[in-house]
């Protein structure tokens, strides 16, 4: 379960930066990374651009 390794991983760490450039392995990054994805959020600009909104 990778969130479960993913939590046992930070635990070890001895910081985020520790976390983030020894124990982030790419099979650990995904869980991270796709729930927060264009595909599944939608793009994070609104519709008509942030120029949109000040017009």
Do not use: H, W
């Amino acid at each position: 379960m990778p969130l479960l390794e993913l939590s046992d991983q930070a635990r070890r760490s001895d910081g985020y930066a520790a976390f983030v450039c020894d124990r982030l392995t790419k099979e650990l990054q995904n869980p991270l990374t796709e729930p927060s994805s264009p595909k599944i959020c939608g793009s994070p600009e609104p519709p008509g651009g942030y120029s949109a909104l000040y017009a």
